[in-house]
């Protein structure tokens, strides 16, 4: 498996350059209502989506969450007082892109 950081590796299927594409990981993470048990989490889908099926929800590098669908989410099962460390990756028939840059949430 060859992986870059333009997202290509040669595992799966081939897109349109005979490479594997892995899905961009989304940007923009910005937290929307925060009660003491959800958070919605708003983003910027990747613009080359390459077949994104859906996002991973990680709360310090561990998955909390998988989602289908549009650009915002909302986080149940939280604890009040808590702070959250968000991030979030696309996925696609070939695999889970990087992570997306932390986003911190605190729950009230």
């Not at 909390?64 to 149940?76: E, F």
């Amino acid at each position: 498996m060859i992986d870059g950081s333009s997202g290509s590796r040669i595992t799966g299927n081939k897109g349109s350059l005979g490479l594997y594409i892995l899905p961009v990981a989304p940007t923009g993470l910005s937290s929307g209502a925060v009660t003491s048990s959800t958070a919605v989490i708003n983003f910027t889908a990747p613009a080359a989506k390459y077949g994104v099926i859906g996002y991973n929800a990680y709360n310090n590098g561990v998955k909390i969450g998988q989602y289908s669908g549009a650009t915002s989410i909302t986080l149940t099962g939280l604890t009040g007082t808590t702070t959250y460390s968000i991030t979030l990756a696309a996925y696609n028939i070939n695999g889970v892109s990087t992570q997306s840059s932390a986003l911190s949430v605190t729950t009230p």
